[in-house]
T-cell receptor, first 115, second 112 residues
């Protein structure tokens, strides 16, 4: 069990550019979640998948954000036309649906800075 | 609606007990969690409590849940310098595995 991994760990981009983050969940976990955390705040839910199906999206997930989990394993989160307000830590978590308590385990996060 | 609140800061001396408090508004919370976050890192699950429980103890950690007042607390016994971090409480509504709603976090500083 290698835990949840995220890449890259840090990303600096200029306003208007597109960025893509990747999350690899714990191997047998079928649920995958994305959260965003701004400085001094708690994480806020963005979206989650069960296998390859995207089951819920937050209103925080504007049209510029898209998430995919094409084969039910890793997931990508893309932000198009980045804005300075997108600067945050993007956290991924995974859990095993059907397991008792279905605990979410978090990755180390990708810190995005938009200049 | 969903709202989870925590106090911002707690300072405690090494060896003393720490108590971190959290209030939530949604009575349909099913699971309540405590996560720890160290600088620049992701979140580490510390413990959780199911909504039909009043108390849970796990080594140095004790979780108390008062459903009537919608109040959750985390007590850390014999606090160590390595316990300095930000602590988040979080709730999930309905089935376990649904999205987590987090509080704003309590920064705990342990002084030697």
């Amino acid at each position: 069990d290698t835990g949840v991994s995220q890449n890259p760990r840090h990303k600096i981009t200029k306003r208007g550019q597109n960025v893509t983050f990747r999350c690899d969940p714990i191997s047998e976990h079928n649920r995958l979640y994305w959260y965003r955390q701004t400085l001094g705040q708690g994480p806020e839910f963005l979206t989650y998948f069960q296998n390859e199906a995207q089951l819920e999206k937050s209103r925080l997930l504007s049209d510029r954000f898209s998430a995919e989990r094409p084969k039910g394993s890793f997931s990508t989160l893309e932000i198009q036309r980045t804005e300075q307000g997108d600067s945050a830590m993007y956290l991924c978590a995974s859990s095993l649906r059907g397991s008792w308590k279905e605990t979410q385990y978090f990755g180390p996060g990708t810190r995005l800075l938009v200049l | 609606g969903e709202d989870v609140e925590q106090s911002l800061f707690l300072s405690v001396r090494e060896g003393d007990s720490s108590v971190i408090n959290c209030t939530y508004t949604d009575s349909s919370s099913t699971y309540l969690y405590w996560y720890k976050q160290e600088p620049g890192a992701g979140l580490q699950l510390l413990t959780y409590i199911f909504s039909n429980m009043d108390m849970k103890q796990d080594q140095r950690l004790t979780v108390l849940l008062n459903k009537k007042d919608k109040h959750l607390s985390l007590r850390i016994a014999d606090t160590q310098t390595g316990d300095s971090a930000i602590y988040f409480c979080a709730e999930t509504l309905g089935a376990a595995g649904n999205k987590l709603t987090f509080g704003g976090g309590t920064r705990v500083l342990v002084k030697p």
